[in-house]
């Protein structure tokens, strides 16, 4: 099984504050996912990547499959980006597709 | 366009007692999925479906299960509820295909008492 590990699980930045989260996981894959839930528990999909980087407005996404590692950075970080981020691999437990997903960061941006 | 839908958005259950959680697509997606989300925890897959007709176990199966009779709707079932099963749940769905982002329902929170 693809274990994900994110870090921090925490995070409280100033407006304005560049913000980088972290994720690894130990077993190789073809994509990666990033997800942001809302503080009301919606969850979207922010990036799918498989190689190199994503760029979407403020958030950029960057992974490094030889490390097994991937990163989300955000750009001139505002109170409305405080959320939970989390990243997602392609599930490996079995037959079934679907994903396994990270503990989530937990992040708040002070104005 | 509604997207991912599911019904109810919350329930309190006694053990033993048992429930369907009900999620549908507007979107004409083949794939759609069950998670659970529990505090200090990932979201753990329970149930994927391919098409109508077919389902697989995921992660955490024990105590569900699933119908997929067409291609819109794909249900949860607890048949006996247990306190274990008080969590966050989730519906998603996607195109076919490996890089394909999923769409998530709203949730459903249930307690179980």
């Known amino acids: 099984k693809n274990e994900v590990e994110q870090s921090p699980q925490n995070l409280t930045a100033q407006e304005g504050e560049f913000i980088t989260i972290n994720c690894s996981y130990s077993?190789?894959?073809?994509?990666l996912h990033w997800l942001q839930q809302h503080p009301g528990g919606g969850i979207v999909s922010l990036f799918m990547?498989?190689?190199g980087k994503k760029k979407h407005g403020r958030l950029i996404a960057t992974i490094n499959i030889q490390e097994k590692h991937s990163s989300l950075h955000i750009t001139a970080s505002h109170p409305r980006d405080s959320a939970v981020y989390i990243c997602?691999?392609?599930?490996?437990?079995?037959?079934?597709?679907?994903?396994?997903f990270g503990k989530g960061t937990h992040l708040i941006i002070q104005p | 366009n509604a997207g991912v839908t599911q019904t109810p958005k919350f329930q309190v259950l006694k053990t033993g007692q048992s429930m369907t959680l009900q999620c549908a697509q507007d979107?004409?997606?083949?794939?759609m999925y069950w998670y659970r989300q529990d505090p200090g925890m990932g979201l753990r897959l329970i149930y994927y479906?391919?098409?109508?007709?077919?389902?697989d176990k995921g992660e955490v199966p024990n105590g569900y299960n699933v119908s997929r009779l067409n291609k819109r709707e794909f249900s949860l079932r607890l048949e006996s509820a247990a306190p274990s099963q008080t969590s966050v749940y989730f519906c998603?769905?996607?195109?076919?295909?490996?890089?394909?982002?999923?769409?998530f329902g709203p949730g459903t929170r249930l307690t179980v008492l």
């Open positions: 979107m004409n997606h083949n794939s």
């Open positions: 997602a691999v392609p599930y490996s437990g079995g037959g079934a597709d679907g994903l396994t």
């Open positions: 998603a769905s996607k195109t076919a295909g490996l890089y394909n982002e999923q769409f």
């Open positions: 990547l498989s190689s």
């Open positions: 479906s391919a098409s109508e007709g077919t389902t």
């Open positions: 077993v190789g894959i073809s994509a």
